[in-house]
């Protein structure tokens, strides 16, 4: 049965607004992006020769992970010591004022132990020697104990030397994840104390001239033909289907004999991706992460992959770390546009940034 994902028509449009006045200067939130601390590795047991494997991964989106960090007996398969722990957490603000604390929500939950407990969490923004810290309830600027509760900075945020300087503010989930939130210094923003600020994911009003996020679609290329062979009176289907959802789905795309039923040729892969940031400044590259990986394949490879705004003749393709902006072998990473976004040229003039997943999937 076909399925059909969100589709409203989304696009970005561009305009300007200048809600804040009074006091200038101001950290700016530019992008987001998140660090994956999934990893296998297997190790002796210290004082023995019996081997272990350290399995830590996680399952979820943004805002709300689960996180597993396990140790097996690789020869009996036995659980020797491990933790299961959820991690809840709000954007912060999407601009920060000099003079002002930072405040979030975090929500630390231990849903399973044997012998070990969560690693050790904190949230800080790098201002100083030793970065600035969100503190519990508790006074805590380091977790490993649950609890759910407001954090906040124990000093004030301080302003800039110069514009376009870059700080960023960790959320370290323990494990090696990391939700990390990139601000700039604005010498030109303007804050009015009567202005609430708005939060990262609701960013339709603040005083920056740029792109702003309109709307999102899907294209689902999902497809069924047959043809005949190249050469012989032999049938074959193709067959293209998908399944999952938003930000992770499964592609396969397969070759089939009509008349034996036998798979010729075929490729199961799947793609998971961030959203681009809701605002995009011009001046600045556009970030996002990417995770292409192939489940199976029969002489097919992934289809050729890629995600681009359409600035320029040719478009503004984003770039992976290998510097590839097409992709058909896997990897897991951030991908960067090669040049800055660039200005409109009049108020409501629409872009797009497409994800190509190959064989007619599209997040649009």
Same mark, same amino acid.
């Given at each position: !049965?076909?399925?059909?994902?969100?589709?409203?028509?989304?696009?970005?449009?561009?305009?300007?607004?200048?809600?804040?006045?009074?006091?200038?200067?101001?950290?700016?939130?530019?992008?987001?992006?998140?660090?994956?601390?999934?990893?296998?590795?297997?190790?002796?047991?210290?004082?023995?020769?019996?081997?272990?494997?350290?399995?830590?991964?996680?399952?979820?989106?943004?805002?709300?992970?689960?996180?597993?960090?396990?140790?097996?007996?690789?020869?009996?398969?036995?659980?020797?010591?491990?933790?299961?722990?959820?991690?809840?957490?709000?954007?912060?603000?999407?601009?920060?004022?000099?003079?002002?604390?930072?405040?979030?929500?975090?929500?630390?939950?231990?849903?399973?132990?044997?012998?070990?407990?969560?690693?050790?969490?904190?949230?800080?923004?790098?201002?100083?020697?030793?970065?600035?810290?969100?503190?519990?309830?508790?006074?805590?600027?380091?977790?490993?104990?649950?609890?759910?509760?407001?954090?906040?900075?124990?000093?004030?945020?301080?302003?800039?030397?110069?514009?376009?300087?870059?700080?960023?503010?960790?959320?370290? !989930?323990?494990?090696?994840?990391?939700?990390?939130?990139?601000?700039?210094?604005?010498?030109?923003?303007?804050?009015?104390?009567?202005?609430?600020?708005?939060?990262?994911?609701?960013?339709?009003?603040?005083?920056?001239?740029?792109?702003?996020?309109?709307?999102?679609?899907?294209?689902?290329?999902?497809?069924?033909?047959?043809?005949?062979?190249?050469?012989?009176?032999?049938? !074959?289907?193709?067959?293209?289907?998908?399944?999952?959802?938003?930000?992770?789905?499964?592609?396969?795309?397969?070759?089939?004999?009509?008349?034996?039923?036998?798979?010729?040729?075929?490729?199961?892969?799947?793609?998971?991706?961030?959203?681009?940031?809701?605002?995009?400044?011009?001046?600045?590259?556009?970030?996002?992460?990417?995770?292409?990986?192939?489940?199976?394949?029969?002489?097919?490879?992934?289809?050729?992959?890629?995600?681009?705004?359409?600035?320029?003749?040719?478009?503004?393709?984003?770039?992976?770390?290998?510097?590839?902006?097409?992709?058909?072998?896997?990897?897991?990473?951030?991908?960067?546009?090669?040049?800055?976004?660039?200005?409109?040229?009049?108020?409501?003039?629409?872009?797009?940034?497409?994800?190509?997943?190959?064989?007619?999937?599209?997040?649009?």
């Amino acid at each position: !049965m076909k399925k059909n994902l969100f589709l409203v028509t989304i696009v970005l449009f561009f305009f300007s607004s200048n809600l804040l006045a009074q006091q200038k200067g101001g950290w700016r939130f530019t992008q987001y992006s998140f660090t994956d601390g999934t990893r296998t590795a297997d190790n002796v047991l210290m004082g023995t020769s019996s081997k272990m494997t350290d399995i830590i991964k996680y399952s979820g989106e943004k805002h709300n992970i689960e996180i597993s960090k396990n140790r097996w007996d690789k020869k009996t398969g036995k659980l020797l010591a491990g933790v299961t722990y959820n991690v809840k957490w709000t954007d912060p603000s999407e601009i920060l004022f000099p003079g002002e604390k930072i405040t979030m929500k975090y929500e630390l939950k231990t849903i399973a132990s044997v012998s070990w407990k969560p690693d050790n969490q904190s949230v800080s923004f790098n201002q100083g020697i030793y970065g600035l810290y969100l503190l519990n309830a508790s006074g805590e600027n380091y977790f490993k104990q649950d609890f759910n509760a407001d954090i906040t900075t124990g000093k004030p945020v301080e302003k800039g030397y110069k514009n376009n300087e870059e700080k960023i503010l960790t959320v370290n !989930m323990g494990a090696g994840f990391k939700a990390i939130y990139t601000y700039v210094w604005d010498a030109n923003l303007q804050n009015d104390e009567k202005s609430a600020q708005p939060a990262i994911s609701q960013p339709a009003k603040e005083s920056v001239t740029a792109w702003y996020l309109k709307g999102y679609s899907f294209t689902d290329g999902t497809l069924t033909k047959e043809t005949v062979l190249a050469g012989t009176s032999s049938k !074959m289907r193709d067959e293209i289907r998908y399944r999952g959802e938003k930000h992770d789905i499964e592609i396969s795309k397969n070759r089939w004999d009509v008349k034996t039923g036998g798979l010729l040729a075929g490729v199961t892969y799947t793609v998971a991706w961030t959203d681009p940031p809701a605002v995009l400044i011009p001046g600045e590259k556009i970030n996002m992460n990417y995770n292409l990986k192939t489940i199976k394949s029969k002489t097919w490879k992934p289809e050729t992959q890629s995600v681009r705004f359409n600035q320029g003749i040719y478009g503004l393709y984003f770039f992976n770390l290998r510097g590839e902006n097409y992709f058909n072998t896997d990897f897991n990473s951030d991908i960067v546009t090669g040049k800055p976004v660039e200005k409109g040229y009049k108020n409501n003039e629409e872009k797009t940034i497409v994800v190509s997943m190959g064989a007619g999937f599209k997040a649009v």
